[in-house]
Structures are given as structure tokens and as C-alpha cells.
């Protein structure tokens, strides 16, 4: 017999919260909402869950409070898998949830099936034999530089362009740290000239739409103001 994921939904949206419990009860999910981070906490730490699905903007304690006090728990709480929804397009936002400890980050436009599938994809890495959490191989973004592919957290591969392929190994290559925009044109083998700066912003600006049409998520590619752009993801380069 398979193993029932037991998921928590935080989400004060009645409406979007009654369809998220019917479509993963559907789906096989053993699902619990609750309209509040307060709610939550009533239930949290005496019913363990495998993954939790965490509006950011909740009445009273955020999303984000509810990953930070979960991941303060202790190893107990270190395989809980964390996927939350924004309305707010800020990247800003996206950086703040994926430094408290959120494995994945989608818009509340996504779909129902693709939300299923994050959700699906986190637990695979978290339960996948010999692997924990705190297994860095568990990477959420792969590149693979031979066949022009890029890996998403859903499970989907996406085609790549070279340009493409140049501009996010550079990227995956420093995690976390902005890389110039100089040393991006470098690494694509372009001038460093104004109209070069303006192809090279043009370029990340259609990977990041072209990956949201995909997969329904956002490729964290954030632009660094006068300095370039920064992968603040977890990505692995697969040669």
C-alpha cells in the first residue's frame, strides 16, 4: 500500500481553501486546513505533517512566521516540506520565503494540478531513499549544460536556447551572490556596451516569462540594481 501524505493548508481564502482540500483529498492527500497561522498552531507539533501549504499573507502570524518557527523545531521538523502561495509578485517577497526555508514558491494564479505538482516533486526529494532534507544533491533547479534543458521543481524539463544555458550556468555557478552583468557578457562571449546591457536584461526577462508559461512558477532570477542578477534558488549543473 502506498504512503498517504498528510499535508496542512494554511489559507484564509474559504473559497480557494475548501477547493484546495477537495482537489488533494481527490488526488489521494490526507489534507487539514486551517485559516489562520493561529489555527494552525493549535494542531502543530502534536499532529506532524509531511508538507506544508502556507499562504504568505495571513490575518494575524504570516506564512513566513509559520516556516520559521516550524524549522526552529529541531531535526524532527527537518523533513517537513514547505510550498507557499503569494498573490504579491514581489521578489522581494520570493527571497524572504526561500531564506526562511521554503522549498518551493508559486503564484496563487497557478493551477490546481500544477500546485499539486510541487507539492509531489518537494516530497519526492525529501523521502527519496538515503536522502534528507539537509541533502544538498536534492536541488531544485537543474541545468543540464549538454542537452540545452532546464529542470523545474514541478518536474517539468524545459527547452533552452545556448544564450539561455550560458546565462544560468553563470548564475548557478555563484547561488545566493550577484554576478555583473560585465561578467554575464563575458560568459555569453558579447560586447560590454549599452545595447549588450540592454539584450542581456531583454534575455533574463523572456527565461523568467518563458519558465512561468511553462511550469506556472517563477525561475528566481532576481536582478541585483547596479550590479546584475542573482540565482536565489538552489540550483545543480548536470554536465
Partial sequence: MSHIHHLAVVEDDPGLLGDLLEFLALRGFAARGFASAEAFFESWPATRYDLLLLDVALPGASGLEIV???RAGGSQDAGVGVVMLTALDANDDHLLGLNAGADVYLSKRSSLEVIEAACRSVLRRLHAPGRGRSAETGAQWRLDTQRWQLLTPTGAWLDLTHAEVLLLAALFDKPGQPVAREDLLDRLGRRKTL????????????LRRKVQAACGQELPVRPSYGEGYTFAGIGEIQA
Fill in 195 to 206: 545595447p549588450g546591457m540592454r539584450n542581456l536584461d531583454n534575455m533574463a526577462s523572456r
Fill in 68 to 70: 520559521h518557527r516550524v
